[in-house]
């Protein structure tokens, strides 16, 4: 849908349909989670698919705007002559706080995510059928301490343009 709704958006310049597409990357994520929900309230035994629903769509929600510009300056620049993409900031306290930004989409993708998670294994009540889903709750928390981690090290050892250039 992304790649649709930028496709749409520059060469034919039919800026309407392609804002369209692009509304309609989350109603994909909405649908792979309510499909995911549906699967199990039916009986299924949660697997994967049903973590990675919850986990796309927290991500999707605190990730997608960011990812959304970030393809449609590519885009623009490549296929419309737009300006260059803007870049993050590569040194010192400016990179520090990108990366802190970054942690704490990260931490919203993973609360999101968890609650979604927990809204599947609750309602199924059977620890057995929903024991994947349970696993991929404890895959957050390691997520939110790596990325704080890398966050840290930008803080604690930030880099200037003479030592890297």
């Known amino acids: 849908m992304l790649g649709s709704g930028l496709a749409a958006r520059y060469p034919p310049r039919r800026r309407r349909l392609g804002a369209a597409l692009l509304v309609g990357t989350a109603v994909v994520d909405l649908a792979a989670l309510v499909a995911a929900v549906i699967d199990l309230r039916r009986g299924a035994t949660a697997d994967w698919s049903h ?3 919850a986990l796309y769509t927290g991500f999707s929600v605190a990730f997608g705007p960011l990812l959304v510009r970030w393809a449609d300056q590519r885009f623009a620049h490549r296929f419309a002559g737009g300006p260059p993409p803007v ?10 706080r990108y990366e802190w930004t970054l942690w704490l989409r990260a931490v919203v993708a993973s609360a999101i995510s968890a609650a979604l998670l927990f809204a599947a294994i609750r309602p199924v009540d059977d620890a057995e059928r ?15 301490i790596f990325w704080g981690v890398v966050a840290l090290t930008y803080t604690v050892f930030p880099n200037d343009a003479k030592v890297l250039d």
């Open 87 to 96: 870049a993050p900031p590569k040194y010192g306290a400016a990179r520090a």
């Open 51 to 53: 973590g990675l629903a």
């Open 130 to 144: 929903t024991a994947t889903l349970s696993g991929t709750l404890g895959v957050l928390p390691k997520v939110v």
